[in-house]
């Protein structure tokens, strides 16, 4: 007997059928004697909706008071739906239990709508699986030390999930989601794109970070953090798929790499679009430049993504970053407020029309000319490379919005990722 966390996004949730079909499939691992716990998302666009009449009633406050009161609105949507999954198990003749996260707890920090996870107590937990209950524990949320609910922020519930699964010591987490697995790349971009048997840990949090959405990136954290064996896998399969041939679909995320290391050199392709680049012109070459401008973005709570300054002339030069598109016009605002004033002469200019293009993979550690062919393939398309960010298992590069679905089409053909894994 196993303990098994499985955990279910918005579209397997959205609706009353689905909601059963997830029932049938808890309650049939259940019977195959496992011990269940279940993870849900809110159903699919309950948080938008919720959030809208948040923004219709009053506009976009970052002070704390509006914060706590949207993290008290948006964890009602995981509430309903982890309260309809137990009544659904019990129609299936399964003893089951829902819990908020403040009642487990999950205890967070007070980062409001970005909260982090610092501790889960299992007590509770442990009580109830071993009473032969299936266990269902809301995503997303959990309650800081002045007992206010916090949420984890958009696709905590990957992180939840993990999160419950590294408290528990569980065998297996199972992530449940609208795509049965990890793919070479998006297959919308590429159709010849194939889903992969299994990715390191190493490769999933670069692809994570990258843009690929297939998992959230604090999940991958806290899997590789902790241990826990993670697998990808769709819920739209038939609920009453033979237990086996489920535990061993989808992609299995792994920490033993020797496995792949012979084998493909690139293991997928990442994309994001929601980047944006900006450039800081002729700043003063001397130390102190980077964290005077970084520091002033780092304040407004904003992220920067890759960073590039060039070669001083004549005293000056130039720094350029990305951030994520949503911040750009803020991270523009603290510039020229907080940092272009005390630079002298100098601008700011910016592109929204960027995208960031990503080759990943753990075979790059053992093979050298992987970042040529890459710069080679894009070259032969025309396409110029802004910016260059690599790492020991992935090469970046920023390049114009328009030609993103030409070099993931081209790289992922040069790095021949459409032939089966072994």
């Not at 309950?46 to 993290?71: F, G, H, I, V």
């Not at 019990?90 to 610092?118: C, H, L, N």
């Not at 200019?349 to 075979?363: L, R």
């Not at 053992?366 to 910016?387: C, D, P, W, Y």
Request: proline share 3%; charged share 25%.
């Amino acid at each position: 007997m196993a303990l098994i966390v499985h955990k279910y996004g918005g579209t397997s949730m959205g609706s009353p059928e689905r909601i059963k079909n997830v029932a049938k499939r808890v309650a049939k691992w259940a019977r195959a004697g496992h011990q269940m716990v279940v993870v849900p998302s809110a159903m699919s666009g309950e948080t938008n909706r919720l959030l809208a009449l948040a923004k219709e009633l009053a506009p976009a406050k970052e002070t704390q008071s509006y914060m706590r009161e949207l993290d008290m609105l948006a964890s009602t949507g995981e509430q309903a739906s982890s309260a309809l999954l137990a009544i659904a198990l019990q129609s299936e003749g399964m003893d089951s239990v829902s819990y908020a996260g403040w009642q487990v707890p999950i205890r967070t920090d007070s980062a409001f709508t970005k909260a982090r996870i610092e501790s889960i107590e299992d007590d509770r937990v442990r009580a109830d699986l071993n009473a032969g209950r299936v266990v269902i524990i809301t995503g997303f949320q959990g309650v800081d030390e002045s007992r206010n609910i916090t949420t984890l922020g958009r696709g905590g519930s990957d992180t939840s999930a993990v999160a419950v699964a590294a408290a528990l010591k569980a065998d297996e987490c199972l992530i449940y989601t609208d795509v049965d697995g990890v793919y070479t790349t998006d297959p919308r971009v590429v159709p010849e794109a194939r889903r992969l048997k299994t990715v390191s840990f190493e490769e999933m949090l670069e692809m994570a970070s990258l843009g690929s959405k297939v998992l959230q990136i604090r999940s991958v954290e806290f899997a590789g953090k902790y241990k826990v064996p993670l697998r990808v896998l769709s819920s739209f399969t038939p609920w009453d798929i033979n237990i086996q041939e489920e535990a061993k679909s989808g992609t299995l995320i792994t920490f033993e790499e020797d496995t792949q290391m012979e084998q493909a050199v690139v293991s997928g392709i990442a994309f994001n679009r929601d980047e944006a680049k900006i450039s800081i012109i002729g700043v003063p070459d001397k130390p102190g430049i980077a964290y005077q401008i970084l520091g002033a973005v780092a304040e407004g709570n904003i992220e920067v993504d890759m960073i590039i300054q060039n070669i001083g002339k004549d005293g000056h030069t130039d720094f350029s970053f990305t951030v994520h598109r949503n911040d750009y016009a803020r991270a523009m605002d603290l510039l020229k407020v907080k940092v272009l004033p005390t630079l002298g002469s100098t601008e700011a200019i910016g592109d929204t029309k960027i995208c960031k293009v990503s080759i990943v993979g753990i075979g790059m550690r053992s093979h050298v000319g992987i970042a040529s062919k890459m710069f080679r393939t894009l070259s032969e398309e025309g396409i110029n490379i802004q910016m260059i960010s690599t790492s020991e298992i992935k090469t970046s590069v920023v390049i114009d919005e328009k030609y993103m679905e030409l070099a993931v089409r081209s790289l992922h053909k040069a790095f021949d990722l459409e032939q089966v894994q072994a």
